[in-house]
Nanobody
């Protein structure tokens, strides 16, 4: 059974930092494209950051230079370090593991940034 379990969300003031973690079980993240998505009320889910099996990293423009995605292969974990947080970063953040024919999601973790 595949599970992606996120943690690290919470309430933080504007300008603050949070670190999200996604622990995977049932899959080996090194052969997946692992990503962090977010969704806020009334908006579509959007890709925030992703790291491919080959280690290539992409970010949505709005978080470049503020967020950092990383992968800890030994712990089968993907992290998202978020700094200089803004109220518009408020959303539920989801971990995703994707490869051909397989797509897995975590349950999400709430991030709220107060102004």
């Amino acid at each position: 059974q595949v599970q992606l379990v996120e943690s690290g969300g919470g309430l933080v003031q504007s300008g603050g930092s949070l670190r999200l973690s996604c622990v995977a079980s049932g899959i080996t993240i090194t052969i997946y494209r692992m990503g962090w998505y977010r969704q806020s009320p009334g908006k579509q889910r959007e890709l925030v950051a992703a790291i491919t099996s080959g280690g290539r990293i992409t970010y949505v423009d709005s978080v470049k230079d503020r967020f950092t995605i990383s992968r800890d292969d030994a712990k089968n974990t993907v992290n998202l370090q978020m700094t200089s947080l803004k109220p518009e970063d408020t959303a539920v953040y989801y971990c995703n593991g994707n490869r051909v024919g397989r797509d897995y999601w975590g349950q999400g973790t709430q991030v709220t940034v107060s102004s």
